[in-house]
């Protein structure tokens, strides 16, 4: 059962962190550069990472490849009080339970949940039945992965019914997150859309920008639990100006290639059916409009 407030487990910036791969034939996940790149975002101060969620490009990548990552990310020396927080996005019952077995006594704060999407559409009942499975199944603490714009949507009613953590709210509609918070379930903010407007509910933002700006993120979040309304609102401002940026091409082909610049490593390509980058994109041109919070106000 959930014990005090969610916040007190969880919150803070959290990373959507992608999935470095190799340029051969199978696209293979190269496992050597994705423990680097989080070595790098641990060393920037977000609270933790989320790995193989959407941005991880979490539901191409095989079972075995995730977990050789997660047994290799559970014995990295990371920062004390470094969170993670592993997606299971397994698309049915059976895989999500056999991942959540492989993940017992692991050292991960929680699990991030998604139901199977395939089958629509799917009952409040039908969810729930799912969900009660999954805590069985678990001691880690649930967070319910709710984004329909891709998978299924979890209605609000259901997340507060079951003893979880909460929700990670990748939709943003009006009022579904406001629901899950008076039914004193937890929020992890899945948009960017309105950075600012989110964090007056969410516990924390789980955001895909910071595996390029993790301090520009981590310093946004501070601003907005401040209360430096003016500061907060021009940082969020250029963040939209760079997650547009990020959407001119397939967006996690943009993230990886700006972070690698950023580090001085390759994180490589995407995996069939997204496309890679075209040859031409400028990478260091992006990235220093990345990097500039006061380009905007230059006019």
């Known amino acids: ?20 791969m190799r340029d051969d034939d199978r696209c293979s996940l190269d496992v050597e550069a994705y423990l680097g790149h989080v070595t790098w975002l641990a060393g920037h101060g977000v609270r933790g990472i989320v790995p193989f969620g959407t941005n991880g490009e979490g539901p191409v990548i095989a079972t075995g490849e995730k977990r050789t990552v997660l047994e290799r990310l559970f014995a990295l020396d990371l920062p004390d009080g470094f969170q993670l927080v592993p997606t299971v996005a397994e698309g049915n019952l059976p895989d999500t339970l056999d991942q959540l077995a492989f993940l017992a006594g692991a050292p991960a704060t929680a699990v991030l949940v998604l139901p199977p999407y395939y089958v629509k559409p799917v009952s409040a009942e039908g969810l729930e039945l799912f969900y009660r499975r999954v805590l069985d199944a678990t001691d880690h603490p649930v967070i319910v992965y709710h984004i329909p714009k891709y998978a299924v949507g979890v209605p609000a009613e259901v997340v507060g019914r079951l003893p979880v953590w909460g929700v990670k709210d990748s939709d943003g509609s009006p009022g579904y997150a406001e629901a899950v918070h008076e039914a004193g379930r937890g929020v992890l903010l899945g948009t960017e859309d309105d950075v600012p407007g989110g964090l007056r509910i969410a516990a924390g933002t789980i955001s895909a920008l910071a595996n390029v700006v993790p301090d520009l993120m981590v310093q946004l979040y501070d601003h907005v639990r401040a209360g430096r309304d003016d500061e907060a609102a021009a940082l969020a401002g250029h963040l939209r100006q760079v997650r547009a940026m990020t959407k001119q091409h397939t967006s996690v ?25 075209p040859s031409d994109y400028d990478a260091a041109t992006a990235l220093a409009t990345a990097l500039d919070t006061h380009a905007g106000s230059r006019g």
């Open 1 to 20: 059962m959930i014990m005090g407030e969610p916040s007190d487990l969880l919150g803070g910036v959290y990373v959507a962190n992608v999935s470095p």
């Open 253 to 277: 082909a943009v993230l990886k290639r700006l972070a690698g610049e950023r580090q001085g490593r390759s994180l490589g390509t995407v995996r069939p059916p997204q496309l890679p980058l």
